[in-house]
């Protein structure tokens, strides 16, 4: 079992930063894919990046458009996504997932656990 605890969400004006950041316990990251999701008002959940193991291998929705950057240490069982460059679409709640080994995919349900989510407020 791995729990998942977002923070760093807030409300930003469009232009700006945020830093979130994923704390896992139950087991060590290393092995897994952590990824990025965001479900907005009245939306279905979509994936926003992914990086598996060592974090070389990384994956980004094409709506990032170099805005985005996640990372991990391994060490710390952290995960961070770097949100710059922030527009009013980019509001949403914002969700951290840990899946056991490598996953090539997008799809949320390759994905075996999940944090409670960080809302991400972006105004225009």
């Known amino acids: 079992q791995v729990q998942l605890v977002e923070a760093g969400g807030g409300l930003v004006q469009t232009g700006g930063s945020l830093k979130l950041s994923c704390a896992a316990s139950g087991r060590n990251i290393s092995d897994s894919t952590m990824g990025w999701f965001r479900q907005a008002p009245g939306k279905e959940r979509q994936f926003v990046a992914r990086?598996?193991?060592?974090?070389?291998?990384?994956l980004y929705a094409d709506f990032v458009k170099g805005r985005f950057t996640i990372s991990r240490d391994n060490v710390k069982n952290m995960v961070y996504l770097q949100l710059n460059r922030l527009k009013p679409e980019d509001t949403a709640v914002y969700y951290c997932a840990a899946a056991v080994g490598a996953v090539l995919g997008t799809r949320e349900v390759e994905y075996h656990f999940w944090g409670q989510g960080t809302q991400v407020t972006v105004s225009s």
């Open positions: 990086a598996i193991m060592s974090g070389a291998r990384k």
